[in-house]
Every structure is written in C-alpha cells, then in structure tokens.
C-alpha cells in the first residue's frame, strides 16, 4: 500500500500533467495563429505526451489501489509579445516540473518505498530530456528566427515531428 501523502502528491501531478497538456495545446493555439504550423505541430504533439504522463501517473495510482481523484485543471493565461517567448515559457514550465517530479522522488526515498522510486525513474530521465529538448529550441530560435528564411526553415523542422505513446514508460 502506498504512502498516504506519496500517494497524494501522485495524484497531485496527475492534475499538472493535464495541465501543462492544456498548457502546450494553449501555445499551438497562439502559433496557429501567428500562422506558423510547424510551431503549432510540435505543440499539440507535446501535449499529447503530457496527456500520457497524467494516464502513466493514474495506472500506477489505480493498479497501487488507490482511489484517483481529479481537481479542476487551471487555465492557461500566458499571453506573448514574440514568437520566442512560449518557447521559453515552455523552458521554464519543464523545469517547474522536474522539481516535482524531484520532490515525489524524494518523499519516495525517505519512506524507502523503492517502488514507486522506480518507476519514477523513468519521469526523471524523460524530464532530462524534455528539458534540453526546451532548452535546445530557445537556442535554436536566437539563432535563426529573427531572419525569415531561419524561421521558415525552423517551421519545417518542428512540423516533422512524430508523436509515438510512451510505450516504453512505466506499464499501463
Ligand atoms: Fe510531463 Fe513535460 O513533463
């Protein structure tokens, strides 16, 4: 049986996973329309990746026996002044997590509970990722989107990317 308060902050991320679903949804909107689809793609296949994160988080909770629920998700309120700037929200928002994702891991060590610190093994390395992948597209946008040509070639980039379902997450 999980530890109450691990239990809580569990399906405490649940709700923030949602979000920053709702969140990234909410910059494809702003890319739609600025016109930039590309941008725009690669926002709505991070939000379906978030998606599975909060569906990985409410399998384990369920399959630990433990009662999920869901508080409201909040609004996404960012508004931006230039086509860098929810990219670098982004940057910020993956950190936030990671200290989350952080202070779960933690609690799950002081109470010894190797279970749940192993799977969340898998959220700490995909956090790694998630944000240098952040971190790579600010660089890459100060370096080439203030020239047309660089954004537009930037725009191809991110319109190819794939979504694949975290099969090789935690189990279902
Ligand atoms: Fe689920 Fe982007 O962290």
Known sequence: MLDKNIAA?????????????????????????????GFAHWYEVQAQEERDHA?????????????????????PDKSFSDHLAPLQAGFEHEQYVTSLIT?????????KDYKTMQFLDWFIKEQGEEEATAEDMVKKMKLFGS??????????????????????????
């Open 9 to 37: 902050m569990l399906n405490d991320q649940i709700n923030k996973e949602l979000y920053s679903a709702y969140l990234y949804l909410d910059f494809a909107n702003y890319y739609a329309d600025e016109g930039l689809d």
């Open 55 to 75: 569906f990985m988080l409410r399998r384990y909770l369920i399959n630990s026996g433990v009662r999920v629920r869901f508080e409201a998700v909040a609004k």
């Open 103 to 111: 202070a779960i891991y933690h609690a799950a060590f002081e109470q």
């Open 147 to 172: 020239d047309a040509r660089g954004l537009y070639a930037l725009n191809q980039e991110l319109a190819a990317r794939v979504y694949a379902p975290s099969a090789t997450g935690p189990a279902m």
